[in-house]
């Protein structure tokens, strides 16, 4: 596709409910990001990939969140048993990053988790 | 934590008018990073402005860098309706591969 691809849009959770979110990043980026928007709040890091390896994982708030990108392209995020305080949109960013290193980022919609 | 903070929050202003807003963030960068983000939508990419450069224009955006200051402006002239949306300076550590995103300022512009 032309852009970055999330989905779902909207998922709703119940609270202790896993929950996985996908991201289809713009076909031949190599770095992929995962980032967390609290409502009113700028995004914050989560993870990053380059190409399949999770180069920096620092941002993940607990051993509940856990990404992958096995062949290089599709990314999952997982949540295990939510909790009120995960829910938020969720973003995912491609770059391309031949042109040197935090070249512009190109963002998905956004996953929108509520947990209730 | 956020690298970065926006100032002010929001700023409410008549189209036409020009808006301004600030940007301070805390550690030496590659480049900084301006995005938009609509209500309930992605974010979309306006301009980059590297280290070694002072001040950069495309369109009605002009977008100014202090390294020694440690501070950016983004100033959108002309504004419009459809100018109404969050703007987020993100900044590109040296180093490091990911952006660092400060709290936003909310502009609205009213017709």
């Known amino acids: 596709g032309a852009g970055v691809s999330q989905s779902p849009r909207y998922k709703v959770a119940k609270r202790g409910q896993d929950v996985a979110l996908r991201c289809d990043p713009i076909s031949g980026h190599v770095s992929l990001f995962w980032y967390q928007q609290a409502l009113g709040q700028g995004p914050e890091f989560l993870t990053y990939f380059q190409n399949e390896a999770q180069l920096d994982k620092s941002g993940l708030p607990s051993d509940r969140f856990f990404a992958e990108r096995p062949e290089g392209s599709v990314s999952t995020l997982k949540i295990q048993r939510t909790q009120q305080e995960d829910s938020a949109v969720y973003l995912c960013a491609s770059s391309n990053p031949r042109g040197g290193q935090n070249t512009e980022a190109f963002f998905g919609q956004g996953t929108r988790l509520t947990v209730v | 934590s956020q690298q970065g903070e926006e100032d002010p929050q929001a700023l409410s202003i008549q189209e036409g008018e020009n808006a301004t807003m600030n940007c301070s963030y805390k550690t030496s960068i590659n480049n900084l990073q301006w995005y938009r983000q609509n209500s309930g939508r992605g974010l979309v990419h306006l301009i980059l402005i590297r280290s070694n450069e002072r001040e950069k224009h495309s369109g009605r955006l002009r977008v100014t860098l202090d390294t020694s200051k440690k501070s950016s402006s983004l100033l959108i002239t002309a504004s419009r309706a459809a100018d109404t949306a969050s703007y987020f300076c993100?900044?590109?550590?040296?180093?490091?591969?990911?952006?660092?995103f400060g709290t936003g300022t909310r502009l609205t512009v009213i017709p």
């Open positions: 993100a900044t590109g550590p040296t180093g490091a591969n990911n952006l660092f």
